[in-house]
């Protein structure tokens, strides 16, 4: 036996390589040894941004007393969750279900054909020696209790995993409405963001509510959904968990106030994010959020650029610290900055020689504006550059499909936002990479690798995520390639992940995937759109640009798939951000603006874009080049906005006045 993780195609499990524990990948032959040495699986879930995941592997799995229990007694799996997300749901609903919560590493023990029967997350070394000791003994003397625990967790799970109950209330604008009003209730009016106990933290950025709010904003005309969005995107912005330096969100704040943040930062999460910032500067011009929509979009091309593509985080810890990278105290800004630029920096960045971090360090913070830009600018070059000289994080290079999609969105959203091509271009070269690589005999994958490709199947969230960003890109482009294949996941979607049974249903891998103990279908919303809702949007959003035949089933499958989502919205609309992001846009039809005109040269058509609200379909260009112009033609010499809700459309319009008027009516 040996560790055969070196031909790994995620960064995570390379770096456990050279553990002497003998890890296996996740692989038929892996439970296949099981059952031939009668011996649990021990199975470990990561990520290659976790701290937490790094301090156990250098305690225990490098450790040659604990790998010698672990080989003695064990077949040990190691799996990145960001790789296989399927995997990680359905022992994660165990862990949880078992411990009350869970987290990551996840360290569960399994019977030869992968049914739970012990979880838990971070065990210290000595307590790590003692239950590997206990779980050995147990399998050996007292099986039968093992084997009736464990067939007792799956039956249980596979309850859990059933779905939402049917019979909710209608997809309204009540029901919007009564959703936004209880997320509302929960805000943290003073910090930003929402709460998740008294203590208000960890707070993690709330992406998906913000989008949410800002669509309710937009069909309402409502106030209070714009201030949280406002309170909640400036304290962030502001706050440690940004970075005033070089831009990208942190994970999450470990406070209320966003000062001191878990240092790694996520692709999804500054995807997610940027899309937010770039609607708010879209919507109110803000020049806040027009500073962190470019800077986010920046750190995104910059630092987690890759072949093409975008990587998956970076890492929390530089040199085996967490943070090392971003601290700062007095002295080391006067020593890179001089006496006089040192602390009029430690003042506006809020460097105290208590600091907020550990060992007098400080995160920096940018609470209001500088009197100066200039010497802020020039401030914040120097101490980037000194920075950059210090032991920087780890990247996972890791290319993940779904939220490669994401940023394809963003990136796209933002070029519109702030009128910045390069933005589009960095769009569209990930999408020409992510099909090129990751499209397979017609099959899409979960990820890849230093331009290879990996063997995991592509889930729902990857189908749904890749889709919307190609429809995005179709719509500013004209390109009709990505509508191709756009329509050809969401076809490849319908066949594979939907429920044949239960209209509506999704399930997240797909039907002739590996078989798990159970097969996961998670209908709500957590730190990225949970897979339906995901396939959700991108369904409504073809509905409005595939032929007719095909958007009938788009349409029909959009509304099934939110009408049984709809007792989240009623119930529990903290765990809907993204059903309700895609609600909002589904209870104005949702708004379609085909605008007849050279797309190149239209100001009606760059109007459109600029105002219309979040979820609305614009396309432009002459008439009957795409379904939404067919029979649609300038006016009189002038280009003109042709304006739907669903299947009802207004009178064409010439203006940008008058394009303004029909996109502001209130639903």
């Known amino acids: 036996?040996?560790?055969?993780?070196?031909?790994?195609?995620?960064?995570?499990?390379?770096?456990?390589?050279?553990?002497?524990?003998?890890?296996?990948?996740?692989?038929?032959?892996?439970?296949?040894?099981?059952?031939?040495?009668?011996?649990?699986?021990?199975?470990?879930?990561?990520?290659?941004?976790?701290?937490?995941c790094h301090v156990m592997a250098h305690e225990s799995f490098e450790d040659d007393e604990v790998a010698a229990a672990m080989n003695a007694n064990f077949v040990n799996v190691k799996v990145d969750r960001e790789e296989r997300p399927d995997l990680d749901a359905v022992y994660m609903n165990?862990?949880?279900?078992?411990?009350?919560?869970?987290?990551?590493?996840?360290?569960?023990?399994?019977?030869?054909?992968?049914?739970?029967?012990?979880?838990?997350?971070?065990?210290?070394?000595?307590?790590?020696?003692?239950?590997?000791?206990?779980?050995?003994?147990?399998?050996?003397t007292r099986r039968a209790e093992v084997e009736e625990t464990s067939t007792r967790i799956a039956t249980e799970l596979r309850s859990m995993a059933s779905g939402l109950p049917g019979g909710g209330p209608a997809v309204s604008p009540e029901l919007c409405d009564h959703a936004v009003a209880a997320v509302l209730a929960d805000e943290d009016r003073q910090h930003g963001g929402f709460y998740t106990n008294r203590a208000a933290a960890p707070k993690f950025p709330p992406s998906l509510l913000l989008e949410a709010l800002l669509r309710n904003h937009e069909r309402t005309g409502a106030r209070a959904p714009l201030e949280a969005v406002?309170?909640?995107?400036?304290?962030?912005?502001?706050?440690?968990?940004?970075?005033?330096?070089?831009?990208?969100?942190?994970?999450?704040?470990?406070?209320?106030?966003?000062?001191?943040?878990?240092?790694?930062?996520?692709l999804y999460d500054n995807a997610l994010l940027l899309r937010?910032?770039?609607?708010?500067?879209?919507?109110?011009?803000?020049?806040?959020?027009?500073?962190?929509?470019?800077?986010?979009?920046?750190?995104?091309?910059?630092?987690?650029?890759?072949?093409?593509?975008?990587?998956?985080?970076?890492?929390?810890?530089?040199d085996g610290r967490e943070g090392l990278t971003y601290v700062w105290t007095p002295e080391q800004l006067r020593d890179v900055l001089g006496d006089d630029d040192g602390r009029w920096a430690a003042a506006l960045f809020r460097v105290t020689d208590q600091g907020s971090f550990e060992n007098g360090t400080s995160v920096l913070q940018l609470p209001e504006d500088p009197d100066d830009p200039v010497r802020f600018d020039r401030v914040r070059a120097a101490l980037l550059s000194a920075r950059r000289a210090r032991p920087q994080p780890a990247r996972d290079d890791k290319v993940v499909t779904a939220w490669n999609g994401f940023a394809i969105t963003a990136l796209a959203e933002a070029s519109v936002s702030l009128g910045i091509p390069d933005f589009l271009d960095a769009a569209t070269r990930c999408a020409a990479n992510v099909v090129e690589l990751h499209l397979v005999d017609g099959r899409l994958r979960r990820a890849g690798l230093g331009g290879r490709v990996g063997e995991s199947a592509a889930i729902l969230e990857d189908h749904a995520a890749l889709a919307t960003g190609l429809l995005?890109?179709?719509?500013?482009?004209?390109?009709?390639?990505?509508?191709?294949?756009?329509?050809a996941l969401?076809?490849?979607?319908?066949?594979?992940?939907?429920?044949?049974?239960?209209?509506?249903?999704?399930?997240?891998?797909?039907?002739?995937?590996?078989?798990l103990v159970l097969r996961p279908a998670d209908p709500l919303d957590g730190a990225t759109g949970c897979g339906a809702s995901l396939i959700a949007e991108a369904l409504l959003t073809a509905a409005h640009l595939a032929p007719q035949q095909r958007a009938d089933r788009y349409a029909e499958a959009a509304e099934a798939t939110l009408a049984r989502a709809a007792v989240i919205l009623a119930r529990a609309a903290r765990s809907g951000?993204?059903?309700?992001?895609?609600?909002?846009?589904?209870?104005?039809?949702?708004?379609?603006?085909?605008?007849?005109?050279?797309?190149?040269?239209?100001?009606?058509?760059?109007?459109?874009?600029?105002?219309?609200?979040?979820?609305?379909?614009?396309?432009?260009?002459?008439?009957?080049?795409?379904?939404?112009?067919?029979?649609?033609?300038?006016?009189?010499?002038?280009?003109?906005?042709?304006?739907?809700?669903?299947?009802?459309?207004?009178?064409?319009?010439?203006?940008?006045?008058?394009?303004?008027?029909?996109?502001?009516?209130?639903?």
């Not at 560790?3 to 692989?27: F, I, K, M």
């Not at 020049?287 to 985080?313: K, Q």
């Open 276 to 318: 937010v910032y770039a609607h708010w500067h879209r919507r109110t011009s803000n020049p806040l959020a027009r500073r962190i929509t470019e800077e986010t979009a920046r750190f995104l091309i910059d630092d987690l650029g890759v072949g093409g593509m975008f990587a998956s985080s970076l890492d929390a810890d530089a």
């Open 94 to 140: 165990a862990t949880v279900a078992l411990m009350g919560q869970g987290g990551w590493p996840m360290t569960c023990f399994l019977t030869p054909d992968g049914r739970p029967f012990f979880c838990g997350t971070y065990f210290p070394k000595p307590q790590f020696l003692r239950l590997l000791a206990a779980v050995a003994e147990t399998w050996r």
């Open 577 to 667: 951000g993204h059903w309700l992001t895609v609600a909002e846009a589904a209870v104005r039809g949702p708004l379609q603006v085909a605008v007849a005109c050279d797309p190149q040269r239209s100001e009606l058509l760059s109007a459109a874009r600029q105002l219309a609200p979040g979820g609305a379909i614009v396309v432009g260009g002459p008439a009957n080049s795409s379904p939404l112009l067919a029979g649609r033609d300038r006016i009189g010499g002038a280009d003109a906005a042709y304006v739907c809700r669903g299947r009802v459309c207004d009178a064409p319009v010439t203006t940008v006045g008058e394009l303004r008027d029909a996109l502001g009516a209130a639903v």
């Open 490 to 515: 969401l076809d490849s979607a319908l066949e594979h992940f939907a429920d044949p049974d239960r209209p509506g249903h999704w399930y997240d891998t797909a039907d002739n995937a590996e078989s």
């Open 1 to 52: 036996m040996s560790n055969r993780l070196g031909a790994a195609t995620s960064p995570y499990l390379r770096q456990h390589a050279d553990n002497p524990v003998h890890w296996r990948e996740w692989t038929p032959e892996a439970l296949a040894e099981a059952r031939e040495r009668d011996v649990p699986i021990l199975l470990s879930v990561g990520y290659a941004a976790c701290h937490w």
């Open 230 to 266: 406002e309170r909640s995107c400036a304290a962030m912005a502001r706050g440690g968990v940004y970075d005033q330096l070089a831009g990208g969100f942190a994970r999450y704040s470990v406070d209320a106030r966003w000062v001191v943040p878990h240092f790694e930062k996520m």
């Open 472 to 487: 995005t890109l179709h719509q500013l482009t004209g390109d009709p390639d990505w509508l191709t294949t756009a329509l």
